[in-house]
């Protein structure tokens, strides 16, 4: 893409102002995803982001440009622009390349230009035949398949030097159940830092009858019943209320604007003793892990609870500085258009020592929600509320019958503190991530656990 001399004159341009550090980030993605609606081919879309952006920093200002133009003199232009906007005092005269030694989490198989794309919907279609063959109240499904292959140079005025290749695969399921007048829908979206291995790894059929399954059984469902109850969260996608609620507090991006309930709170005790939480960037082959971040630094694994103590922040170059601690390998951006800040990697709260089935027999009446779906969070307050996918009444200590329409309404500092019962059965689940430097993919997760009063809404 661009050579190290090159990179050099570059950097060299943007600090001719006196500003103290500058970076590039060059990338070279290309993306396929094709969809397939109702067993029919509904698109096929193939495509590439291919720029470069240079951050710019004095102090506390940022200035960042970026071009889809990479010949030499285009880029010390832009690079010299961007300096005019900071001036500062220091001198860098030259500078000398190290390369960061990034051990690579996973290697692909099958890298995803070497697959037939018939060989991609004809996996689709198997899809969206299984969920058709589940019942017939399911009227309409819509499977996808999406991949990409990330190239990216990091080049900073401190010598750094890093590439990487980040392979991603990942398949979307959809069933939707009507009756005439009430639809219900089902939905799963797994994938992974992998090649299409990825693809021969999973059963599509078997997950697009789950779709199914969790439809029908939604559109035959009554209403849920609202008030202050026990809830039940299930394994995986559960964990997608501490990301919304909580993790996006613990993003240095919040804590250095002071935005976030957890600001000033290290070393407090913030979660009920029996909650871990963690931001894991170097799971092997998992959707939200990195080899390096969008920084070059290295990923890592990052205890942000532990036994309800607050640890530490994920934290960028950046806003670290603002608030004195070192980058945590979660600098993250959708591409070479945005400015990279902390972001979630693989975001869990970890297992605990309860068996799932003590923790339904132990729970005279309450919610079990099997599987979340989306909602909305205040980030400053934490305040939040989210839908409840596939939801089920417990009494005396058995799961009844499934309600529809639940929803869960509170703060994420509350439930933190409110967890009760944490079990052993951790699971994540894929997903994509939204915040000022866009869309990333993420994992969430929990073990099954039980929040000991919360708000339910629903429509009965």
């Known amino acids: 893409m661009i050579n190290k001399s090159v990179a050099e004159a570059v950097l060299l341009s943007a600090v001719s102002e006196g500003a103290e550090f500058a970076e590039l980030f060059v990338e070279n993605n290309v993306k396929n995803s ?4 109702n067993g029919k081919v509904e698109r096929a879309n193939s495509g590439t982001d291919y720029g470069c952006g240079i951050r710019i920093i004095n102090k506390d200002k940022v200035v960042y440009v970026y071009t889809n133009k990479l010949d030499r003199d285009n880029l010390v232009k832009l690079a010299g622009e961007g300096a005019k906007a900071i001036k500062g005092e220091n001198s860098i005269k030259n500078i000398v390349f190290s390369d960061i030694d990034a051990e690579k989490l996973y290697v692909p198989e099958i890298m995803p230009e070497s697959v037939a794309k018939s060989d991609i919907v004809n996996m689709l279609r198997a899809g969206s035949d299984a969920a058709y063959s589940y019942d017939a109240l399911i ?3 819509n499977m996808g398949y999406l991949d990409s ?12 030097w890093a590439e990487d290749e980040r392979v991603r695969t990942r398949i979307s399921v959809s069933a939707v159940a009507s009756d005439g007048t009430e ?3 089902g939905y799963f979206g797994p994938g992974a830092l992998k090649g299409f291995e990825f693809c021969k790894s999973i059963n599509i059929e078997d997950i ?4 199914a399954r969790s439809a029908v059984t939604m559109l035959k469902a009554e209403n849920c019943p609202s008030g202050k109850m026990p809830v ?4 995986g996608f559960g964990g997608v209320i501490f990301h919304e609620a909580c993790g996006h507090g613990l993003e240095a991006a919040a804590i250095s604007k002071k935005a976030s309930v957890f600001t000033d709170k290290i070393g407090q005790k913030i979660a009920s003793e029996k909650l871990t939480a963690i931001d894991d960037g170097t799971i ?3 959707w939200g892990s990195i080899n390096i971040d969008d920084e070059g630094v290295k990923g890592q694994k990052n205890i942000l609870i532990e036994n309800g103590i607050l640890k530490t922040y994920m934290t960028d170059r950046y806003n670290g500085s603002l608030i004195g601690m070192k980058p945590t390998g979660s600098s993250r951006r959708e591409s070479y258009k945005f400015v990279p800040v902390s972001r979630m990697t693989n975001t869990y709260i970890a297992a605990g020592t309860d068996k799932k089935e003590d923790i339904i027999k132990d729970t005279e009446y309450g919610l079990y929600a099997k599987y979340m779906g989306g909602g909305s969070v205040n980030p400053a307050s934490g305040d939040f509320n989210f839908a409840v996918s596939e939801a089920y009444i417990i009494r005396n200590g058995k799961i009844c019958e499934p309600v529809r329409g639940a929803t869960l309404i509170g703060k994420g500092a509350e439930v933190l503190l409110n967890i009760d019962r944490i079990s052993d059965n951790l699971a994540l689940a894929e997903g994509m991530c939204g915040a000022s430097s866009g869309s990333v993919p993420v994992c969430v997760g929990q073990p099954m656990l039980r929040v000991q009063n919360i708000t339910v809404g629903g429509r009965g």
């Open 232 to 235: 039940i969260m299930d394994n």
């Open 183 to 185: 639809k219900q829908t």
């Open 149 to 160: 292959v990330q190239n990216v140079i990091i080049a900073n005025t401190e010598g750094l």
């Open 284 to 286: 092997p082959g998992s």
């Open 34 to 37: 094709i969809g397939v609606v």
């Open 208 to 211: 697009a009858k789950e779709a």
């Open 139 to 141: 009227t309409q499904t």
